[in-house]
């Protein structure tokens, strides 16, 4: 790949490779665009196939924070960082602290936090070597639980638009994907009398949910196929794709994981057949809400409260989608781009620091 067209052609700033010999450390900070505000996005771990997955990923998710943040009316740019290792036998202090050596560099135009594959324990490492650093323990913590809500509000909204209520009490939707945000999900689905199917590459997490939650488990190749009145993506991106969607029978996709469409010509597929989707960024932007509130003084109270404003801007990106008659997904791009051009063009101002 060519990362000076590709960063040409969206519009990215800096692109960051990381490498410290000691500590084995091989990681790639994105920043996107810094228009809003500090880039703020989380610190992926996983273990790449190749360099240019690894730096595919960070392009992608940096761009996908900038709308994010833009679109959930935060004043922060977009950025994302990935290290290149496994998260469940590659982690130690000193690869950590290393990492957070390289983003005190850039001054605070970068701030990171916990994602796939790292915790709150990895940001105190970091936090050790700079102070760009969000989700901590004696802070906002976890972000899971208020991204679970955040899609859960996301949820009832196109309840809302699809069925004329936004209950969803019986309705029943497959999640995929049981980790933090998708266990918190399926709880808050159960308590309104939703019916769930679920998958999970852990076991044990498929089976908790089963028995908490009397959820029925399905294989993860099965989920899309399943009939349900929801289908909702919590685990890695592109799962909406070639192969998967003529699987799908569902209604609506609402979900937590980022990227969730694997070309954006997915998402035209997805409005021709006349499925209704959420856009990713604007369901899932509660977990990143958590953090901009601890960047400012954290409040749970006040995070939860502006969380629940995701339910507004699905309901105004459908507004959008249907006025103009364009697929959600483009409506939901054209919400953030709206914005960062708005504040742009006020920054012409020259103001002396």
Not at 72 to 92: E, W, Y
Not at 149 to 162: C, D, E, F, Q
Not at 238 to 259: E, F, R, S, Y
């Amino acid at each position: 790949m060519e990362n000076f067209k590709y960063m040409e052609k969206y519009g990215y700033e800096q692109l960051v490779m990381c490498h410290d010999r000691t500590s084995g450390l091989k990681a790639i900070i994105c920043i996107h665009d810094t228009t809003l505000g500090p880039a703020l996005g989380g610190l992926r771990m996983w273990p790449y196939a190749s360099e240019e997955e690894a730096v595919l990923d960070a392009l992608r998710l940096a761009r996908g924070m900038t709308y994010k943040n833009a679109a959930a009316g935060l004043n922060l740019g977009g950025g994302k960082a990935v290290i290149i290792g496994n998260p469940r036998t590659d982690k130690s202090e000193e690869l950590f602290r290393a990492f957070g050596r390289f983003v005190d560099t850039l001054g605070g135009r970068y701030i990171t936090a916990e994602d796939v594959g790292t915790c709150v324990g990895d940001m105190e490492y970091i936090r050790l070597e700079t102070k760009y650093v969000a989700g901590l323990a004696d802070l906002s913590g976890d972000p899971s639980p208020v991204t679970a809500y955040g899609t859960y509000m996301g949820m009832k909204a196109t309840a809302l638009i699809g069925w004329g209520n936004d209950s969803l009490k019986g309705k029943v939707v497959a999640v995929q994907g049981l980790g933090h945000v998708g266990y918190a999900l399926c709880r808050r689905l159960a308590e309104e009398g939703a019916r769930l199917i679920v998958t999970d590459l852990d076991p044990k997490a498929v089976d908790r949910v089963v028995r908490e939650f009397k959820a029925t488990a399905v294989a993860p190749e099965d989920i899309y196929g399943v009939e349900c009145d929801i289908y909702s993506p919590n685990a890695l991106g592109g799962t909406i794709n070639d192969q998967t969607i003529p699987q799908l029978k569902c209604n609506a996709i609402v979900g937590a994981a980022n990227n969730q469409l694997k070309e954006e010509r997915h998402g035209d597929i997805l409005h021709e057949k006349g499925i209704l989707y959420a856009p990713d960024y604007i369901v899932n932007a509660g977990g990143v809400i958590n953090i901009a509130e601890e960047v400012r003084g954290y409040n749970q109270e006040r995070a939860l409260k502006k969380a629940a404003g995701i339910y507004d801007r699905v309901l105004k990106v459908f507004k959008i989608a249907e006025e103009y008659k364009i697929p959600t997904y483009v409506a939901a791009d054209r919400l953030a781009e709206e914005r960062i051009a708005r504040i742009h063009s006020i920054h012409h101002t020259y103001v002396p620091r």
